[in-house]
């Protein structure tokens, strides 16, 4: 992040950085430390997912540090937050359900969000942690129209449906992610290959050589908050 953000910053114009953190330390969850050292790098809200939790001490950080976000769909009485009002954007986090786990639905936490910021033309950025690429689709097809964007995070390999909804809404299936490419979605193959053979749990360690920096770049209409161009950006770097 710190070798590459910055300079992609400067060639595309980006008035925004949204980023999602969840293993940033060490593969799993999120740290003050992790967490300061995205900010650092450029980034201007950390999005999570489902282990946001890992780390205990980010808990009391979720409510100190405004631009870092837990999934909205988490029952609200939660540390932290799940959208944010910054550089006239509003961003979301929400959590899918299919395959990770019991939480409230994120489709009518959206609805119950949108419902308070109907009147307001603004960008909407929304970053769905989940696994499912048909509740991806559908969560994309559900909001198309009433935010700027749905960008799919979690399975950590990108796809190529970047594209603009009929309704004006930029979608992905899933952004990809920063992170080793000889490896098993960033994790040592030896160490997740032998897990499936064991079915032993294990502490999987992150792997290591060549990093692919995976990212998606939306511009939107900032009167309308239509999107007007969704692509994908890949950096290698050593």
Not at 112 to 120: N, P, S, V, Y
Not at 123 to 144: C, N, Q, R, W
Request: glycine share 10%; aromatic share 6%.
């Amino acid at each position: 992040m710190k070798e590459i953000l910055s300079g992609l910053r400067h060639e595309y114009n980006i008035d925004l950085v949204v980023g999602n953190g969840e293993n940033a330390a060490g593969g799993i969850g999120l740290t003050p430390g992790t967490a300061e050292e995205l900010f650092d790098s450029g980034i201007d809200v950390i999005t999570t997912g489902n282990h946001i939790w890992a780390q205990k001490e980010i808990i009391p950080y979720l409510e100190s540090e405004p631009a870092i976000l837990r999934p909205l769909n988490y029952p609200p009485a939660n540390p932290g937050r799940g959208y944010l009002l910054k550089k006239k954007t509003l961003i979301v986090n929400l959590l899918g359900r299919v395959f990770i786990g019991n939480f409230d639905c994120p489709f009518r936490a959206m609805d119950q969000l949108l419902a308070e910021f109907e009147h307001k033309s603004i960008p909407i950025i929304v970053d769905f942690h989940a696994e499912a690429t048909s509740e991806k689709v559908a969560m994309g097809k559900y909001l198309d129209g009433r935010v700027s964007a749905v960008l799919g995070t979690h399975t950590h390999v990108g796809t190529i449906d970047a594209h603009i909804l009929p309704g004006g809404t930029a979608y992905v299936t899933d952004i990809g992610m920063v992170g080793p490419i000889d490896s098993v979605i960033g994790d040592d193959p030896n160490s997740v290959i032998e897990r499936f053979l064991t079915q032993m749990p294990s502490r999987l360690s992150v792997g290591k050589g060549n990093v692919s920096f995976d990212a998606i770049l939306v511009e939107v209409d900032k009167n309308t908050g239509k999107a007007v161009d969704i692509k994908r950006i890949q950096k290698i770097t050593d």
